[in-house]
């Protein structure tokens, strides 16, 4: 606060407050600390946060703590990787907390003995292919029957693995036809490109 008083004297208010720590307890109380007495919009991060797996989970956990209890206006991924990377980390955040719903939100299951197709394979390969979705859509991806349908009824496309490549394809919830193991990407992402088109389309 000391700092920011500092900036006023000089009659400058143009600016946002980081306080960011690579330790995520201290992170977090310090946002939390500030945003209570501060209307100055906060800029977010858990600094230095390390590689890609563990700085990742650091600051998931710190950023989404923080945003949802509505604090926070910016934030910064910081990975010791590849910079790409913190921009996709930093979307996802995004994302599952709904404060940005651009691109495709896939929901796919893990490994599993029931799959009747190659879940995680899948699951990379289309969300390569629809990285340049940026019209907001849900997909998902789910190995077999036992939750498949239920997916499947909360989201605009969804695949259900039937095994011996007889995957059941939905659209809006709704049955509409078997894929087999090799269609299933192409279908799927033949489809994606053809919703967005028709969302922009009607604007
Ligand atoms: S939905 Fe089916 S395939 Fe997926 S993890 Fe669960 S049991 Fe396994």
Do not use: W
């Not at 651009?102 to 990285?131: H, M, N, T, W, Y």
């Amino acid at each position: 606060m000391r700092n920011i008083q500092l900036i006023e004297d000089e009659d400058f208010y143009n600016f946002k407050v980081s306080v960011k720590s690579s330790d995520v307890f201290l992170s977090v109380a310090s946002y939390r600390l500030l945003s209570s007495k501060t209307d100055y919009p906060l800029h977010l991060g858990v600094t230095e946060s390390g590689s890609f797996v563990p700085g990742s989970v650091k600051t998931s956990i710190g950023l989404g703590s923080l945003l949802m209890e509505g604090i926070g206006d910016t934030i910064r991924v910081s990975l010791s990787d590849d910079p790409i990377k913190e921009i996709k980390i930093g979307n996802e955040i995004l994302k599952s907390l709904n404060l940005r719903n651009r691109g495709v939100k896939i929901i796919s299951c893990p490994s599993c003995a029931r799959q009747g197709f190659e879940v995680i394979d899948v699951v990379k390969k289309l969300e390569e292919k629809l990285s340049h979705i940026k019209t907001p859509l849900t997909l998902s991806i789910i190995g077999c029957v036992v939750n498949g349908p239920g997916e499947a009824a909360s989201t605009d496309i969804g695949i259900t693995g039937g095994g011996k490549d007889s995957n059941m394809l939905y659209l809006n919830g709704v049955q509409k036809e078997k894929l087999k193991n090799d269609e299933i990407i192409s279908k799927v992402v033949a489809l994606v490109e053809k919703k967005e088109k028709d969302i922009k389309n009607k604007i």
